[in-house]
């Protein structure tokens, strides 16, 4: 039988975190009115009838997790869902933590009138934190406890190599990464209605999204702009959302020439203040807390060193034994600190594809980071990127990467480069049914070498090979004269977030978003 719990801190603490239980509403000044993607999904999911799993949202620090959650209980609210059938649990508060976690859902179930017809909705931040959390989660569900979860996680599970196989069939892992380039424009619309993505329109098949790309103008300087921003301040809502609104305050309005490197100092310090915060709020903490917390790393400061190798060096291809002899670190610790970045969501690494899996493992590694602007915090490199080009071109080919590993994380499809002899590739998307290779060049006349000896050498990219560059015009490949299609770089971006989205559609198992209908009921 379940009952309360006799604990006057625990139920003080409880009443803290859920104010709605009193008021009926969660407040304004608790949640940010703008939601990203992953929240107007959510909500819908748990309110609707399909295949019943909780919902466990992954990502990097600061990404907004817990702001989905609370948008998702803002939702729910307004869609008439009983406020005392709405639960908040936050799994690293003293008074709460010190509880089992059988306990604490117990106490909810009994304070709630849980029924089975009369679910509670239950959202676990930091879920990570509880003891033997995911062993809970599989019995709450294997038992048909009368409650729906949605919870975050953090790296910390994954930095400690946990295993999570008793989730399969009985939650989904939500993968929440920094903003996309195309979400980053619904989060902040353009000016111009003649620069809008809304060309796009993603298919069930990646392919034919990008064949059928519309001839939107994706060479704007307000899209360029906008891109700009986003590899120097960073897929994190907030600092996008403040960037914006002070670039577009009637005292930064630009003067000749209208571009970020002239506009006074306002983009200057926001770029200043956004790596900052990302430097002391993501980086630091994650080397010197996260990582602390759960792998034994004896100098935290030579994790930090590898890092800012990585970030010196990345879109290129990573020699352990290099960077061994440089930082004075045995090879093994060195691949063992790129995985530990790795599992934190600062980095990635793209594998040299081959259709031979042995090979795979056995070639070197590109590595990029998630977010362009993380990598620019290590380097304190403000807002010289702009000025320099072959960082700006690294930056463009991160930015392109990231995105396409970001739809690699959706689809469950892997994510490569591909290199032969003198012939490289930047980015192959593996999926076996719908594979697609873009090479990522600063210009239109930049080399298709590569793209043809891929096509030649592994029949199934022939005629799904594309250069991606800024002044590209949009040709498929069957109607070019060498079978190598070109895309701009900006259409790049928006055809695969538009695809990012139908494949979270997918992943959470709605139908397609439609946004004209997205805040209705909100007041």
Known sequence: MVR?????????????????????????????????????????????????????????RRVGKSTVLRQTVRRLLAH????????????????????????V???????????????????????????????????????????????????????????????????DEQSLLPCS??????????????????????TERFGETIETLAPAAYASRELDEARDILMLIGGWPDLLLQTRAELDAPAAAPVAPPDLVHRGDVFADNVRRAQDRLQSDVVDRVIFRDIQESADVENPARLRDLLHVLADQVTGVMSPEKISRNLGVSQPT??????????????????????????????????????????????????????????????LENLAASTLRALGETTSSRVYYWRRGNHE?????????????????????????????LAESQGEFSGRCYLVAPDAELVPPAHSDDGIGSIPFNA??????????????????????????EFEGLG
């Open 492 to 517: 790049f971006l928006i055809g695969v977030g538009a695809q990012i989205q139908l494949a979270a559609e997918n992943h959470v198992g709605l139908p397609r978003y439609r946004p004209a209908v």
């Open 425 to 453: 590739v930047d980015l192959v998307y593996g999926d076996r049914n719908d594979p697609v290779a873009f090479e990522i060049a600063a210009s239109a006349r930049h080399s298709r070498a590569g793209l043809r000896a």
């Open 181 to 202: 380039f195309s979400e980053f424009i619904e989060l902040c619309p353009l000016a111009s209605q003649d620069t809008s993505p809304a060309g796009a329109t993603a």
């Open 4 to 60: 309360l719990i006799d604990d006057d801190s625990f139920r003080y603490a409880l009443s803290g975190l859920n104010p709605w239980h009193e008021t009926g509403e969660i407040g304004r000044d608790r949640v940010p009115p703008v939601e990203r993607r992953l929240a107007q999904l959510l909500w819908r999911r748990l309110l609707g009838e399909g295949l019943r799993r909780y919902q466990v949202i992954q990502g990097p």
């Open 334 to 395: 060195i691949r063992r600190y790129s995985a530990l970045l790795a599992n934190s969501y600062l980095t990635f690494a793209l594998p040299n594809y081959s259709e031979n899996e042995h090979a795979v493992q056995r070639r070197g590694q590109k590595v990029y980071f998630w977010d362009t602007a993380v990598r620019n915090a290590v380097l304190s490199r403000a807002t010289t990127p702009l000025s320099r080009a072959g960082e700006y071109g690294q930056l």
């Open 105 to 171: 859902m117990e106490h909810v179930i009994a304070a709630s009138g849980a029924a089975p017809e009369r679910p509670t909705y239950v959202m676990i931040d930091e879920v990570a934190r509880a003891e033997q959390w995911a062993l809970w989660l599989k019995t709450f569900y294997d038992d048909s406890w009368p409650i729906e979860i949605l919870a975050t996680a953090s790296s910390i599970d994954k930095l400690r190599g946990a295993r999570m196989e008793s989730g399969i069939g009985r939650w």
């Open 80 to 103: 008439g869902v009983e406020p005392r059938r709405i639960w908040w649990l936050q799994m690293d508060v003293p008074d709460v933590k010190r509880h089992n976690l059988r306990a």
